[in-house]
């Protein structure tokens, strides 16, 4: 099956910060979906983004469909945007997650 | 319009019993999808109900099981417990049940077994 690997597992950053996050399939996808997985768990959708660019406040996302990856940029963290990052594609396989942890 | 609920939020079971989880998919939506997250497993998909006819099915043994009514909500059962089944139990619904429908989170089940 479709495996998706995401990049890099850790990342700290100081508040402000901007970031990338990666994510990586290994086969054609129809669907991608990028979530922040919160501390209590439930997951909050941020993109539904099988092609192009999309932008959402300081979030944006661009799926290059043809060379299988997406990438994830946050812009002036916040110390809320932390938690576990997940990409996840077709019916839905996730990726192991980023988790983003921004310090005060 | 409300999000997926699921119920109960908590439940602690011990080995050798079954549970069922109920979700409640956001208004409209047809498809009701079942993901079970551990540490050392992550997000792996069990099922997939659409229409009240289990459409996908994940690489999960038969003690798990669901089913979905008209009315679109569905239930997630596991019988004989292990202490591998303690999770987060999440269920997502979509629009449709295509490959292709974005897909909307609950706030999930969090199971013990003990």
């Known amino acids: 099956g479709i495996q998706v690997e995401q990049s890099p597992p850790d990342l700290i950053l100081q508040e402000g910060a901007n970031s990338t996050l990666r994510c990586n399939f290994s086969d054609s996808v129809n669907n991608l979906q990028w979530f922040h997985q919160n501390p209590w768990g439930q997951l909050i959708n941020l993109f539904y983004?099988?092609?192009g660019t999309k932008q959402n406040g300081r979030l944006s996302a661009t799926t290059v469909a043809t060379e299988r990856y997406s990438l994830l940029y946050i812009s002036s963290s916040q110390t809320t945007d932390s938690g576990v990052y997940f990409c996840a594609v077709q019916k839905l396989v996730f990726g192991q997650g980023t988790r983003l942890t921004i310090n005060p | 319009k409300a999000g997926v609920t699921q119920t109960p939020r908590y439940l602690i079971k011990t080995r050798g019993q079954q549970v069922t989880l109920s979700c409640s998919p956001i208004?409209?939506?047809?498809?009701v999808s079942w993901y079970q997250q551990t540490p050392g497993q992550g997000l792996q998909f069990l099922f997939e109900?659409?229409?009240?006819?289990?459409?996908n099915k994940g690489n999960f043994p038969g003690r798990f099981s669901g089913r979905q009514f008209s009315n679109s909500r569905s239930e997630m059962n596991v019988s004989t417990l292990e202490l591998g089944d303690s999770a987060l139990y999440l269920c997502a619904s979509s629009f449709a049940g295509g490959m292709y429908n974005e897909q909307f989170f609950g706030p999930g089940t969090r199971l013990t077994v003990l």
């Open positions: 208004s409209g939506h047809r498809s």
């Open positions: 109900y659409f229409s009240e006819t289990q459409r």
């Open positions: 983004i099988p092609s």
